[in-house]
């Protein structure tokens, strides 16, 4: 049986982010991520005066382009894209150079000073493909992520995104990115 | 930023020539190694209940070669479904944190200094033991005192107190919601939930659930706000992540909600919107009530709260027409102002007459289920009357957990008799009670201090002797019922064996029991214990489905209404919904809640409030290095008008002192505060080495606090301190 083509994204509806970390916590302990490093964050953008004011939270993590600049530059092949879409990195061929640091728009990479390489958001791959969902999406509180299948049209993802209006980040560079927040 | 990174990007892709001159040379460092522990057979998963708050959320351990390697939620839960928060994930760091209590110590400098002995539990015990008896057989079983917070454990260590013979145990609820609690059961005889899923109109005061702590509430009221579009009304001094999600924020003056409430009764009445029916059918005192408050109208309130009138009228009129579906929320920490019972009894009014009682999207009494217990032999009552006189002084308190302020006191002046031995679990005084250096002196005039923590804590660091107990993951505990909307039993099992010479608290208890001649009375088991309290959970094989579940929940939706028969009998006096109560009256308290301003602090000076984040909430969290790495250290949130006044510039240091003590805190200049009030978050500025994350770091409020309490609940008044804030 052929196995169908998958296209994993994540949909946020950063309007039920509280700030509360758990998602940043829960990556932290599943992929062993060192201190002082994070594969996800909470961005903040705080505005106004007393007592005119608002707050915005607004998760993010690598947003596993379409065409992944970080791909593209990375000398030795170790950052790479499987065909569902998330992207990698191997670290048998990671030579630290970093490039794909700088080439990420999302600032989503970050050095392991430990192992001498650059590591990412993985979207979890080891309990995706096991049919789990990746830890940030599962321990939200208020479930801001919504991770699935773009190819597949009885998916979550693929109903908010036809029914939903949304926005990505840094369109611009052509990148693709496929973290789609709702507006 | 989008343009210029491009242009990096473009930069590298056509220089890759250079890329693989520095990949060549890079090749010498290259390190191997596996990414993505194989899931090979040594991966067990394990279904146990979090215990970094008191909240009992359901978590799987995935254990990995005897190591705990994630904590997933456990859907099968229906009050904490499927999250865990920050802090439930980072309770895999208390396991293994490089701070940790590791094996038993006795003290052997002078306290506080921080010089130890580790000693066998033999000797701990022996010692503990040998300096408990010499207090009993000179001052009598009652001059020790035995404070516990919350735990599934905490049972077998207030038997210990009370099986010694002493009455004095002394717990945690009148630092934090004795008032709520005892508001609410003087209304309507019970703490009921609040259906914040289902509700169509929240108001939240005296409480920020968006931020200060992560619980089932939190995600209900998300739901409700988020998704089924209920208004959300919130006053605070503060803007809050609660404010920033809020449909209207209200920067109300600080401690006179009250004002807001009354004024809001005032309109409802007065424009006949109450729940009439309901109010006739269920209640009494309602035609006092009506009086009462004839004289608190909302120009009268914008005065006090300076809440436009327009608007208290505004909202009081659609939380009536929202009516069983409208809930002013009652709030946890409820330690504030020294009328805080009053204001929250104000509360139980206000939803009481609007009829949100036993509604869907109203407040809810708790289902409950039944549980087995372990029958242990029973002991004498101790004898002597309690040392805080609680009964002479809060008679309508909760005699059993004590009032901590009015215990202090009492200790300190040695009235009505002296206290010379202090056993502590899984409490921090030094952290939890206002004014640090009163507590320094309470620790001073003991002849014996004996602490069983998990970790160092401040209280820890003043112990005489320290038992390290086993951490949540590493013990089974006793059965617990979550009563509810939806009911559901929770079991704590064994995740992983201990990895110090740590004991979980039964053990501990039974240790200093057998050489204190109390070993008789706990002669048994965990796995007894358990066993026992599973035989009468409403599940066929109990035990093996919580072991093999780690919770259980009646299937089925809530039902709602119960209670809503016009014979049904509320636990009050009169039997009825007490709008207007006898037994305040009887009690010497104001029957109806009465609104006098708080006092405001003098030119110079500012009013400390209080306040709490989700990733610590409390103050044994901020050492955890998971969570320890998004908050270094506390600050004070000044407002930029008196920062300027006093010259005072953002992330510079200044001192902040009270009548009680002085502490350096970095300023945060912030329009996110009132002018009239400054803010700073609990647990830091710690005085143990042992929390080396947060030793000395920051500061903690419980130096500058003053000690204050509610009038009727005993509950501590964290919010009526005034400071003074000066450049450092």
């Given at each position: 049986m052929a196995m169908k083509k998958k296209r994993y994204a994540l949909v946020i509806d950063s309007r039920k982010c509280i700030n509360c970390k758990a998602c940043v916590v829960a990556c932290k302990a599943e992929n062993n991520v060192p201190i002082g490093n994070f594969r996800n964050r909470i961005n903040e953008e705080r505005k106004g005066e007393y007592p005119k004011l608002s707050i915005n939270f607004e998760p993010e993590q690598c947003h596993h382009c379409a065409d992944p600049s970080c791909v593209r530059v990375c000398p030795t092949g170790a950052s790479w894209q499987r065909k569902d879409g998330i992207v990698l990195v191997n670290y048998d061929e990671c030579i630290g150079c970093r490039y794909c640091m700088v080439a990420c728009p999302y600032d989503a990479r970050y050095f392991n000073e430990a192992e001498g390489v650059v590591d990412k958001c993985t979207l979890c791959r080891h309990r995706v493909d096991k049919g789990d969902i990746p830890a940030c999406v599962e321990t939200c509180p208020s479930k801001v992520r919504v991770f699935g299948d773009l190819e597949d049209t009885t998916s979550r993802v693929h109903e908010l995104l036809s029914t939903r209006r949304y926005r990505v980040k840094e369109p611009q560079t052509g990148n693709g990115p496929q973290l789609y927040y709702l507006l | 930023m989008g343009t210029i990174r491009m242009d990096r990007r473009l930069f590298l892709k056509s220089a890759g020539a250079t890329a693989g001159a520095v990949a060549a040379l890079q090749v010498g460092c290259l390190k191997y190694f596996k990414k993505g522990r194989s899931s090979a057979g040594d991966t067990k998963e394990i279904p146990t209940t979090c215990e970094l708050c008191p909240n009992k959320c359901s978590a799987i351990a995935v254990v990995e070669g005897g190591f705990v390697k994630k904590l997933n939620p456990n859907p099968e839960n229906p009050k904490s479904r499927d999250m865990l928060c920050a802090r439930g994930n980072a309770a895999i760091k208390q396991v293994y944190d490089p701070d940790r209590l590791k094996q038993p110590m006795i003290r052997v400098g002078a306290r506080g200094e921080g010089k130890w002995k580790p000693v066998s539990w033999d000797e701990a015990f022996d010692f503990a033991a040998k300096k408990l008896s010499e207090v009993k057989d000179k001052y009598g079983p009652q001059a020790s005192l035995w404070s516990s917070t919350e735990g599934f454990q905490e049972v077998f260590f207030k038997n210990l107190g009370l099986s010694f013979g002493s009455p004095n145990l002394v717990r945690h609820p009148t630092l934090c919601l004795a008032s709520v609690n005892l508001a609410y059961s003087a209304t309507f005889g019970t703490v009921p939930s609040f259906d914040l899923l289902n509700s169509k109109f929240v108001i939240m005061s005296g409480a920020n659930r968006f931020e200060s702590i992560i619980t089932p509430d939190t995600m209900d009221l998300i739901g409700g706000v988020m998704e089924r579009k209920a208004k959300l009304v919130y006053l605070d001094p503060r803007f809050t992540v609660t404010a920033a999600k809020a449909d209207e924020w209200y920067p109300i003056k600080p401690g006179t909600d009250l004002a807001f409430i009354l004024a809001m009764i005032h309109v409802i009445i007065a424009e006949g919107r109450h729940s009439k029916d309901f109010v006739a059918t269920y209640t009494t005192g309602f035609e006092q009530l009506a009086e009462h408050v004839k004289q608190y109208t909302p120009e009268w309130a914008e005065k006090e709260t300076e809440i436009p009138a327009k608007d208290i009228v505004r909202i009081a009129r659609e939380f009536a027409d929202a009516g069983a579906r409208a809930l002013y929320y009652a709030g946890r920490r409820s330690s504030w102002y020294q009328n805080d019972f009053q204001m929250r009894r104000a509360q139980a009014i206000l939803n009481a007459i609007v009829g949100n009682w036993d509604q869907m999207g109203g407040m809810v009494p708790n289902a409950k289920l039944p549980k087995g217990e372990f029958l242990f032999m029973p002991w004498d009552e101790p004898k002597a009357p309690r040392v805080d006189e609680v009964q002479k002084e809060f008679p309508l308190a909760a005699a059993g957990d004590g009032v901590y302020l009015k215990l202090r006191e009492n200790v300190l002046s040695g009235k009505p008799y002296p206290i010379k031995a202090w056993m502590v679990y899984k409490q921090d005084p030094m952290n939890s009670l206002p004014d640090q250096a009163k507590t320094l002196k309470m620790i001073e005039q003991m002849d014996f201090i004996g602490v069983i923590d998990v970790q160092m804590s401040d209280m820890a660091w003043y112990a005489d002797v320290v038992f390290p107990e086993s951490a949540y993951l590493e013990r089974t505990d006793p059965v617990e019922v979550m009563p509810g909307i939806w009911p559901a039993v929770v079991f704590r099992q064994q995740v992983v064996k201990p990895i110090h010479d740590t004991k979980p608290n039964l053990e501990i208890v039974q240790g200093l029991a057998k050489r204190l001649g109390l070993g008789d009375y706990f002669d048994y088991t965990i796995e007894q214990w358990v066993e026992a309290e599973f035989?009468?959970?409403?599940?066929?094989m109990a035990s093996e489905h919580m072991k093999k579940h780690g919770v259980w929940a009646a299937s089925g939706q809530p039902s709602y209404g119960k209670t809503l028969t016009p014979d049904h009998r509320f636990v009050t006096k009169t039997g009825k919904i007490e709008i207007f109560s006898e037994r305040l009256q009887e009690a010497g308290y104001d029957p109806l809640p009465v609104y006098a301003a708080p006092v405001q602090p003098p030119g110079d000076r500012f009013r400390l409030i209080l306040g709490r984040v989700g990733y610590f909430t409390h103050a044994n969290q901020s050492n955890n290095v998971w969570l320890h790495e998004f908050m270094k250290e506390n600050d004070l949130w000044i407002n930029p008008k008196p920062a300027e006044r006093l010259g005072i510039r953002d992330g510079a240091y200044v001192s902040v002192s009270s009548s009680v003590g002085s502490v350096k805190l970095k300023a945060r200049v912030t329009g996110e505060i009132r002018p009239d009030c400054v803010f700073m978050l609990h647990g830091f500025g710690k005085k143990s080495k042992m929390q080396s994350l947060v030793y000395n770091v920051g500061a903690s409020d419980a130096v500058i606090l003053e000690t204050a309490w509610d009038k009727?609940?005993?509950?501590?008044?964290?919010?009526e301190t005034f400071v003074k804030v000066a450049n450092a």
């Open positions: - | 035989k009468d959970l409403p599940i066929p009727v609940s005993g509950n501590a008044a964290f919010h």
